[in-house]
């Protein structure tokens, strides 16, 4: 049995509780379901106007864990708004800080459950969505989890405007080919399907961004594969 190091493990939940109180005092971040409020949410339909000051079009990150891909999104492509959304916060705090060291005015962080998007964003609000690495659910038990299955579909298609784009980046095959037959049945326009990235060639900017997983990944000859698709008219 490995020997526990004393106040290793208090040093650690320390840590997290120090960046959970720090998410509250930058001003990109927001966490409505952690505020006792029966005040509707007030950006709802409205982020562009009244948080970045502009009418430039939203793209949200799911499951955005420490936020690189949102940063580096928004630092390739100031004339956009990026939000990144997850439901843990100590990871998030690691984008917060860098967007606020990088005075990315165009920059937010959403704390909530990705389930409840609706309550936040309206329809046709948002411009496109990328989900980058996120757990695949590989039990057969866990399929409703994953943030590809219609559940979910339903959902972005609901606050996307009728030109969006969902966007899967992923080191599992089994989610990437899951997300693949499950677009098909739905109908969706494929924009774009890459298996393999890296062996491709030449990539967008976008694309060539890396993550702190995805570099764990490729260290471990992992290949990565990607895929976009509009809904149905």
Known sequence: ??????????????????????????????????????????????????????????????ACGKGDYTVQLAALNPEQNFIGIDIKGDRMWHGASQAEKMNLINTAFLRIDIVRLKNYFAEDEIEEIWITFPDPQHKSKQLKKRLTNPYYLNIYQEILNSAGIVHLKTDSEGLFEYTLETVHDRGCKMVEEIKDIYAKGELSEELKIKTYYENKYLEENRPIHYLSFQFPL
């Open 1 to 62: 049995m490995q020997a526990i190091i004393p106040g290793s493990v208090g040093l650690s939940n320390k840590k997290k509780r120090i960046r959970y109180t720090d998410l509250g005092k930058y001003r990109n971040v927001f966490e409505p379901d952690f505020v006792s409020s029966s005040d509707p949410f007030s950006l709802k339909g409205c982020w562009a106007e009244r948080l970045f000051g502009n009418t430039n079009p939203i793209i949200l990150e799911l």
